[in-house]
């Protein structure tokens, strides 16, 4: 597990301070094939604008905009980067899985399915920041749920508040 625990800091400095995928998408809009989604955490402070572009098979492009902690942003950039480019099926699966590993308990953090994501596995130890982890996952969340609706979609803010550990 230290060897996990040693990832776990270099990725989660890694990304807090070199995040990928840190911007808008101009022109945003539900019309062409973009959504993004509010998020907020008020136990942290952490704030997320997600942006999704998909023709509504693959995630063709995936950034975000916010501020907040490490874990916050390590999870924002993380999220991007590994599934920016797949299909939806795949960003549903590695999404509950990961929702799961955090907030559960009961999945062990597996590096063979989740890859780097298995990183977070101890987060759910402290469920304070748990929220911090998982703010980012539920507005993509929240975006894929209100796939296939009308363009008057309602883009509220989401929050992680009840997030909690098993």
Not at 52 to 71: H, M, N, P, W, Y
Not at 80 to 88: A, F, H, R, S
């Given at each position: 597990?230290?060897?996990?625990?040693?990832?776990?800091?270099?990725?989660?400095?890694?990304?807090?301070?070199?995040?990928?995928?840190?911007?808008?998408?101009?022109d945003c809009d539900h019309g062409k094939g973009c959504t993004h989604r509010e998020g907020y955490n008020p136990l942290c402070g952490d704030k997320l604008t997600l942006y999704v572009k998909s023709d509504g098979k693959t995630l063709d492009d995936l950034c975000f905009e916010g501020?907040?902690?490490?874990?916050?942003?390590?999870?924002?950039?993380?999220?991007?980067?590994?599934?920016?480019?797949?299909?939806?099926?795949?960003?549903?699966?590695?999404?509950?899985?990961?929702?799961?590993?955090?907030?559960?308990?009961?999945?062990?953090?597996?590096?063979?399915?989740?890859?780097?994501?298995?990183?977070?596995?101890?987060?759910?130890?402290?469920?304070?920041?748990?929220?911090?982890?998982?703010?980012?996952?539920?507005?993509?969340?929240?975006?894929?749920?209100?796939?296939?609706?009308?363009?008057?979609?309602?883009?509220?803010?989401?929050?992680?508040?009840?997030?909690?550990?098993?």
């Amino acid at each position: 597990m230290s060897n996990l625990r040693d990832l776990y800091q270099e990725l989660v400095l890694d990304h807090g301070q070199n995040p990928r995928n840190n911007r808008a998408i101009d022109d945003c809009d539900h019309g062409k094939g973009c959504t993004h989604r509010e998020g907020y955490n008020p136990l942290c402070g952490d704030k997320l604008t997600l942006y999704v572009k998909s023709d509504g098979k693959t995630l063709d492009d995936l950034c975000f905009e916010g501020s907040g902690c490490a874990i916050f942003t390590a999870s924002s950039s993380m999220l991007t980067e590994v599934l920016k480019g797949k299909n939806i099926a795949e960003v549903r699966e590695i999404m509950d899985e990961f929702l799961e590993m955090l907030t559960t308990g009961e999945k062990v953090p597996d590096p063979e399915g989740l890859g780097k994501l298995a990183v977070f596995g101890g987060v759910k130890d402290f469920p304070a920041r748990v929220k911090c982890a998982t703010l980012p996952w539920r507005a993509l969340e929240s975006i894929l749920a209100s796939e296939g609706q009308s363009e008057g979609t309602d883009d509220g803010a989401v929050d992680s508040n009840n997030d909690q550990t098993g």
